[in-house]
């Protein structure tokens, strides 16, 4: 269970991400915050098609890297990433609703290692990620 001052820390964090311009752009709404670990959803609209009528695989990194900040900023430190992979696994189609899930593996001195997993609102895994970041304190 996070202490009093996790709590504040979380809560004063979660008032960041909820004022976050790109995030409110993009339309995302963080679902669940705790310490290491993140819950985002976005629904994918017609402008986030690309040229071949699929969703761009820009907007599903975006959300995935969403989940990845959050998650790895939610311990306590400001953290920036300097690494992240993605697969993508299936495709989603407008309407559908994205939950991209963070967690962090490792937290380290210097390094956090995080994993994300993308699914649509029915729970098919559409993309899953790693990445790392590192602390700014």
């Given amino acids: 269970m996070p202490s ?3 709590q504040d820390d979380l809560a004063e964090f979660r008032e960041k991400v909820e004022k976050q311009p790109v995030g409110a752009f993009l339309g995302m709404k963080l679902l669940e915050l705790s310490p290491g670990k993140a819950r985002v959803s976005m ?8 040229f071949n009528n699929f969703i761009f ?3 599903i990194v975006s959300i995935a890297d969403q989940a990845f900040a959050c998650a790895t900023n939610s311990l306590g430190r400001p953290c920036v990433a300097t690494q992240f992979n993605m697969h993508f696994v ?3 189609a407008p309407g559908d609703e994205l939950i ?6 490792r937290k380290g001195r210097r390094v956090d290692i995080c994993e994300m997993a ?3 609102q029915d729970g098919k895994l559409i993309a899953r990620a790693t990445g790392t970041a590192i602390p700014m304190t």
Avoid: D, F
């Fill in 4 to 6: 009093h001052s996790q």
């Fill in 100 to 105: 991209a899930e963070g967690r962090v593996l």
């Fill in 57 to 59: 695989g820009g907007i």
């Fill in 90 to 92: 299936a495709a989603a």
């Fill in 43 to 50: 629904k994918l609209r017609p402008e986030h098609l690309n």
């Fill in 118 to 120: 993308v699914t649509n």
